[in-house]
């Protein structure tokens, strides 16, 4: 018989629900689903987001990050560069570095997002104007 040998595991594997919520001062909770701050991620980040009814994330841009937001649920009026659109489930929205952007949440249900950052995201990345 052959000799059974334990290897480490080739990958790592993070489970959201053992991710702790941060609030943010204007309502919004986020919580990591993996980045190189929770996991052996390097050049990547992506949250779980949920804004509750009516609240809006303070307007804000970064230097270097692009964001991709992928709306899971709820609905909501997004503002990229000037330009506003109303996005519900399925709609993604790509925002470039520089672009200043702000989301509410238009409906009586919270509005959830899933959120990815390349370089990743990080408190110091956010400008306020």
């Known amino acids: 018989m052959a000799e059974s040998v334990t290897k480490p595991a080739a990958f790592e594997v993070v489970h959201l629900g053992d991710q702790a919520w941060y609030t943010a001062e204007d309502l919004a909770e986020a919580r990591e689903i993996a980045s190189p701050r929770n996991s052996r991620a390097r050049n990547l980040s992506i949250a779980d987001i949920r804004i509750p009814p009516g609240v809006a994330v303070r307007a804000h841009r970064h230097e270097v990050v692009e ?9 909501g009026r997004m503002t990229v560069a000037g330009s506003t659109r109303d996005v519900g489930p399925g709609d993604t929205v790509v925002i470039l570095p520089g672009e200043r952007h702000v989301i509410q949440n238009l409906g ?12 990743p995201w990080t408190p110091e990345c956010l400008v306020f104007d």
């Open 67 to 75: 964001e991709i937001y992928h709306v899971v649920a709820g609905t």
């Open 108 to 119: 009586t249900t919270e509005l959830r997002l899933v959120v990815t950052c390349t370089p």
